[in-house]
């Protein structure tokens, strides 16, 4: 369960705060696919840009969207993650929806900032009240008759790009820099990849600017589960890598079947959603990689050198073995 939702749903629940009628429309920003709302006949618009979460919600019966659209919201409810940015983008998503005078509440973990949130809302808002519970914090104010779009702007401020110059995306994996297990993985794939190939787990697409550097390549595919990074990706390829095929999905490689098959798949899979380490995510891409290619196809992975994921590669792979490995990763790869 998503840790600000208890917090968020405590107000409602014990009458502290009222969600609004049958004839209104409730915005719901940051939820995970275990979305619950407090009593209400309202009807709810859920924001989901995470593609598993997508997923879920819409297999619930949400109303759900990639992106915000829309305003005159009569409500918004928030819930706060880790990534501060991302939380006052939601924040400007909300100001820019609800409807002047309309109720805005979030919530979030003190371990995940929330504290810090309010106090940066105090700075430019009224807050109505707030409360502290399941050591975390809720908050809810009204939205304010005027803004200012510049107002808005300054919470919604654009990702990070690298020193190299790539775009990046908010809340996405590796932000503002290259990741150092990518740019290793890059470092040792071997010379002879041609053919079709994907990138697992793409993010902003660093590996596929790499392989699109190869003339044998004559497909990337770039399946990414985090929207903007997937929209980031096709900026950088378009920029540096605009003679490449290239094909982006957004897509949820542990619960949605890739239909087609590839000489190479690369990837530096997710192992982790909340805070400790999840291997099984990655094991699951592994087995996801084994269908997805062609028979002889290679995969070649990234890992933390303390995640075991050698087992998984037996257990999916005729032939496996590990190319490079320093004191912080290694490379392993299989063949079909």
């Not at 009240?129 to 702007?153: Q, V």
Request: charged share 25%.
């Amino acid at each position: 369960m998503h840790e600000a939702l208890p917090i968020l749903l405590y107000p409602f629940d014990r009458g502290i705060l009222e969600m609004p009628g049958s004839s209104a429309r409730i915005l719901v920003l940051g939820a995970s696919g275990d979305l619950r709302l407090p009593e209400t006949d309202a009807k709810a618009d859920v924001v989901s840009d995470f593609r598993p979460d997508f997923l879920a919600l819409q297999r619930d019966g949400f109303s759900v969207f990639s992106e915000a659209q829309g305003e005159g919201y009569d409500a918004a409810l928030l819930l706060l993650g880790r990534n501060r940015r991302e939380n006052e983008t939601h924040l400007a998503e909300a100001l820019r929806r609800v409807r002047p005078g309309g109720l805005i509440a979030a919530a979030g973990s003190k371990q995940d900032g929330a504290p810090g949130f309010r106090k940066r809302i105090a700075e430019l808002l009224p807050i109505e009240d707030h409360l502290s519970k399941y050591h975390g914090l809720a908050l809810w104010f009204r939205r304010p008759g005027l803004l200012e779009e510049g107002f808005l702007a300054s919470l919604s401020s654009p990702a990070e790009v690298t020193s190299e110059g790539y775009a990046t995306a908010v809340g996405g994996f590796s932000e503002g820099v290259v990741d150092a297990g990518s740019r290793f993985l890059a470092e040792n794939l071997p010379s002879d990849i041609s053919g079709e190939v994907a990138d697992f787990a793409a993010g902003w697409g660093y590996l596929s600017l790499r392989l699109a550097e190869r003339s044998a390549v004559s497909l990337i595919d770039l399946y990414e589960a985090h929207l903007p990074s997937l929209e980031a990706a096709k900026r950088n390829m378009a920029a540096r890598a605009s003679e490449t095929n290239c094909r982006f999905f957004w897509h949820d490689l542990l619960g949605e079947p890739v239909t087609r098959r590839y000489d190479v798949i690369a990837m530096n899979p997710p192992f982790h959603r909340s805070r400790a380490a999840e291997p099984d995510m990655g094991r699951g891409m592994v087995a996801t990689a084994a269908k997805s290619l062609k028979p002889g196809g290679r995969l070649f992975l990234v890992a933390n050198r303390g995640l075991p994921y050698e087992a998984a590669m037996e257990e999916h792979f005729r032939q496996v073995g590990e190319i490079a490995r320093d004191e912080s990763y290694k490379v392993l790869w299989g063949r079909k």
